[in-house]
């Protein structure tokens, strides 16, 4: 698959258990964009192909579109082979988006690309020992050693959220109990804070916001933090980045979280030093900047760009 | 550097923090073979000097040598950068041995180097991701990931005796609490089983004899494979390897340590399965094997062999 030069238009697709996000990227910039509530199932499919039509629709001379997928996602093939949360199974995303937009369509993992787009493009420039890390709705990890994506064998790398910190923890939806997941995550973080207050909260950063006056905010927040700072440097042993990058949905929290964060993860690396700890660049648009990306190079690491 | 023939002699010298192993190999079959007791500081390179001297004079024709050390190893430059076990700091091995032996000399980290081995000839043979685990005095692995051996930016990559299971646990040599090294190592395995008997045992060994009529071994054999699993459900959940090599002095206790690892790495894998689980080929040898190929292929992942 050839390259194309960075401000060819593509159609660049994010599908979320909840949202797909789609846009028309040329370069930087965003030519149109389009959201929609992701349906359960296979379903989901003819929805991104909606939101895919509107917007070529609009458009001429988009040669390629690059869409990534949540769960796992066998890229060579184009298949969504299991996400618990479109609940699908053995989908050819691939195949069918590109009949139906009659484009080549190049699939992969969203946390894997979208930790490609930061590392290429973002935060994550300039070093090929890298560990991007998203934490929102669940915890994952993006991880390159020696200047390449970590795939994995059997089952996707970076499965940061379903490292054990707390063992006798709360439960975490795979099953576990005190995985990274279950008590550092955005949802983990204001659920918490709802069970020992008793009071709602619209989510984790309204928890950061009153934990400089509410003990129990303070409590849930300083338990997160420990336990993201116990998984990274568990992470940090392993596979010893020279760099380690934070986004999702918590980044927005800003210095409030990532200052502690920093600390904690000093702390605890002895053998292999803690290594610097920044913010995404991108935050949520990530994957969309990451599947534009793509779209343009073709397939990673398959005889193509790295 | 060209890659030699299989069967020309090679110098490999494995240098651990408290014996030096030195082997002339040809393919398979070990020419000569001598140890010597490692001396602390950079007198250590004096006696692997003099040991080296000693096989070379029985043999001619010996093109190169590979040397491998512990610690943090610049192998770009043939440099042990630092080492708590040897007691030793930017001790320039390579350069010394070479000018010494007047032959080249291949320098590289030891645990990486073994696990090398136990892929390219041994118990890892046939996958592109794999950690190779080794359980003696400490606990380290070796990550091989598409194909790729892990390196690590800032440090080594590998370092799981230090990945902190049992946080309110014994401490670790490093300054931590709880370190799988701290729990799970054989040495550990001997000093719990002291400590909570008040009788002396030779090694591990002996606590894994003791295990079925006595409560106190019993009970420090379980906890060390609880620990060692824990450890382990970490790697694979952030690395996912297609299999798991377990080699160090502690797999010489065979089955009645790896089955019972093997259940209780089972329970702990959710999101990431648990791969097979399969005792190392080269045990404690697998330094030395290492090291011989990388005399014969010279230096890894530089330009030259993977």
């Not at 359960?40 to 917007?55: E, Q, S």
């Not at 190049?106 to 994550?124: I, M, N, Q, S, Y």
């Not at 928890?207 to 116990?230: G, H, I």
């Not at 990306?293 to 193509?304: H, N, T, V, Y």
């Amino acid at each position: 698959m050839t390259v194309l030069a960075d401000e060819t238009p593509v159609l660049a697709v994010d599908v979320g258990g909840t949202t797909i996000k789609a846009e028309l990227v040329a370069g930087d910039r965003i030519l149109a964009s389009r959201r929609a509530t992701t349906p359960r199932g296979p379903a989901a499919i003819d929805a991104i192909g909606d939101i895919g039509d509107a917007l070529l629709r609009g458009a001429s001379g988009v040669p390629r579109a690059g869409v990534i997928l949540p769960g796992v996602v066998d890229r060579r093939r184009g298949v969504g082979v299991f996400s618990a949360n479109v609940g699908w199974q053995d989908v050819p995303a691939g195949a069918c988006l590109s009949e139906r937009w009659r484009i080549p369509v190049v699939v992969d993992h969203d946390v894997t690309v979208a930790g490609w787009a930061e590392w290429r493009l973002g935060a994550g420039r300039g070093v090929d020992d890298l560990a991007v890390v998203a934490v929102g709705t669940g915890v994952s990890a993006a991880l390159v050693s020696g200047g390449r994506l970590l795939r994995g064998g059997l089952g996707q790398a970076g499965e940061l959220g379903h490292v054990v910190v707390r063992p006798a923890g709360p439960l975490c939806g795979c099953g576990a109990r005190g995985c990274v997941e279950a008590v550092a995550s955005a949802t983990a973080i204001a659920q918490a804070y709802e069970a020992g207050s008793g009071r709602s909260v619209a989510g984790a950063a309204d928890v950061f916001a009153l934990a400089e006056d509410d003990v129990v905010a303070r409590s849930v927040v300083t338990e997160a933090t420990a336990a993201l700072a116990d998984g990274l440097a568990g992470l940090v042993q392993l596979v010893a980045p020279a760099r380690i990058v934070l986004g999702g949905g918590l980044a927005d929290a800003g210095e409030v979280w990532l200052d502690p964060l920093r600390a904690a993860l000093g702390t605890r690396c002895r053998v292999v030093a803690a290594p610097p700890l920044v913010a995404a660049r991108f935050g949520a648009r990530a994957g969309v900047v990451g599947a534009a990306l793509l779209a343009r190079q073709g397939p990673i690491d398959m005889g193509g760009a790295a």
